[in-house]
């Protein structure tokens, strides 16, 4: 079967870049899609397709995939970016797969 | 706007089952896959299953086969899902989603039913 690995926690200083990576075996093949969730609330899809954002979603957000890693980057990282994220793929052996989450924390 | 919109919390014994809706509003209901994914309190994202609105047809997680099942009613744009022999284990967060199958991902989600199973 298909996984994800994604970090416990991740933190960044206010302003600054954050980094949240998912590990999967040749995911630079696979179409990757990040949702973020904040407490007692619904996931809320924030980049599709690797690199694409919905409308809606600021620019600061931005993704990337190759190699056996995928990258979701939050740019000057404000307060309100607290939250778990979570990368998911679809795979052909396993359907619908998701990492394990993120805590993102801003300090 | 597009919109799913779940029914309020549950509460059940060990061994009942439960039945979950999810209202769509805000597009054409039966365009788009409808699938189910649940969380247990302080945990991850799990997949459950499928189901196309205009088909009917189903694709449930290996985990789920046999105890559970997601049908639908057109008429009211509503999807369900239903989970049978419930366990203390099945205490979760249940989430419906709108699927895009071009590239597999999920918007929007339901608010988020919380089911907890408890004797």
């Known amino acids: 079967s298909y996984e994800l690995t994604q970090p416990l926690s991740v933190s960044v200083a206010l302003g600054q870049t954050a980094r949240i990576t998912c590990g999967g075996n040749?995911?630079?093949?696979?179409?990757v899609h990040w949702y973020q969730q904040k407490p007692g609330q619904a996931p809320v899809l924030v980049i599709y397709r690797d690199s694409n954002r919905p409308s809606g979603i600021p620019e600061r957000f931005s993704g990337s995939n190759s190699g056996n890693t995928a990258t979701l980057t939050i740019s000057r990282a404000q307060a309100g970016d607290e939250a778990d994220y979570y990368c998911?793929?679809?795979?052909?052996?396993?359907?619908?797969?998701f990492g394990g989450g993120t805590k993102l924390t801003v300090l | 706007q597009v919109q799913l919109v779940q029914s309020g919390a549950e509460v059940k014994k060990p061994g009942a089952s439960v039945k979950v809706s999810c209202k769509a509003s805000?597009?054409?209901?039966?365009?788009?896959?409808i699938n189910w994914v649940r969380q247990a309190t302080g945990q991850g994202l799990e997949w459950m299953g499928w189901?196309?609105?205009?088909?009917?047809?189903?694709g449930y997680a290996q985990k789920f086969q046999g105890r559970v099942t997601m049908t639908r009613n057109t008429s009211i744009s509503t999807a369900y899902m239903e989970l049978s022999s419930l366990r203390s284990e099945d205490t979760a967060v249940y989430y419906c989603?709108?699927?895009?199958?071009?590239?597999?991902?999920?918007?929007?989600w339901g608010q988020g039913t919380l089911v907890t199973v408890s004797s």
């Open positions: 989603a709108r699927y895009f199958w071009s590239g597999y991902w999920f918007d929007p």
């Open positions: 040749n995911i630079g093949s696979k179409n």
């Open positions: 189901m196309n609105p205009n088909s009917g047809n189903t």
């Open positions: 805000g597009y054409t209901f039966t365009s788009y896959d």
């Open positions: 998911q793929v679809w795979d052909s052996s396993t359907d619908v797969v």
